[in-house]
């Protein structure tokens, strides 16, 4: 189970930080990911991270201003949102890829086989 918390409204130009926690004895061994969906948009990919921690991606969109972690001690990811702008506005939800142990990290949705419930960012301008 991943839930999501830390979205929330932002002037544009501010930061926020989301987390994800996980549960379950295995969340070291999965590549995790966090994905968006604006209104009346199709859902994307943020960004990922290797489940060692040591490799992550980012869509072009966030790189730059994005940076995801993880802590596996703490069964957690987080999505550190600097320079937010009225784009980035959208429900971001957390994910775990199906396979364990996966050297590549994977952009494609269906790659993801759970998902956390979604925060909701709003950046106003």
């Known amino acids: 189970q991943l839930q999501a918390s830390g979205g929330g409204l932002v002037q544009a130009g501010g930061s926020l930080r989301l987390s994800c926690a996980a549960s379950?004895?295995?969340?070291?061994?999965?590549?995790m990911a966090w994905f968006r969906q604006a209104p009346g948009k199709e859902r994307e990919f943020v960004a990922g991270?290797?489940?060692?921690?040591?490799?992550?991606r980012y869509a072009d969109s966030v790189k730059g201003r994005f940076t995801m972690s993880r802590d596996n001690a703490k069964n957690t990811v987080y999505l550190q949102m600097n320079s937010l702008q009225p784009e980035d506005t959208a429900v971001y939800y957390c994910a775990r890829e199906r396979l364990t142990q996966r050297l590549t990290i994977p952009l494609s949705g269906p790659e993801y086989g759970y998902w956390g419930q979604g925060t909701l960012v709003t950046v106003s301008s």
């Open positions: 379950g004895r295995t969340f070291s061994t999965y590549n």
């Open positions: 991270i290797s489940w060692t921690g040591g490799r992550s």
